[in-house]
């Protein structure tokens, strides 16, 4: 079955951390880039960071310095360590797989979508 499953999502005061996993599984990971991206409610489809096969990442700048995204090959499973959120970080987090081993901040050129993890941030 080809899916990718977030968890760690929860609800926070502002100033906290939560730490997001996205477990792969079904589809060619490893040589992909795997991008984070977020809705809020209301809101567009957001995309927040990406991390390429070596490890090397990039990041929206409304998260800059505060979220750090990695990955773990061997587990096929990918990472977002969220620290000093804000209540604007409200969203529903998603993962992607890039469909090329290039890094776009596009959502429509990533795929296997998973069902997301809700994060709120209280002020």
């Known amino acids: 079955q080809v899916q990718s499953v977030e968890s760690g999502g929860g609800s926070v005061q502002s100033g906290g951390s939560l730490r997001l996993s996205c477990a792969a599984s079904?589809?060619?990971?490893?040589?992909?880039?795997m991008g984070w991206f977020r809705q809020g409610l209301g809101k567009e489809l957001e995309w927040v960071a990406y991390v390429n096969n070596p490890g090397n990442t990039n990041y929206a700048d409304s998260v800059k310095g505060r979220f750090t995204a990695s990955r773990d090959n061997a587990k096929n499973t990918l990472y977002l360590q969220m620290d000093s959120l804000k209540p604007e970080d409200t969203a529903m987090y998603y993962c992607?797989?890039?469909?090329?081993?290039?890094?776009?901040?596009?959502?429509?050129?990533?795929?296997?979508w998973g069902q997301g993890t809700q994060v709120t941030v209280s002020s």
């Open positions: 079904g589809y060619t990971y490893n040589q992909y880039c």
């Open positions: 992607a797989r890039s469909s090329y081993t290039s890094c776009p901040t596009s959502s429509i050129y990533y795929k296997y």
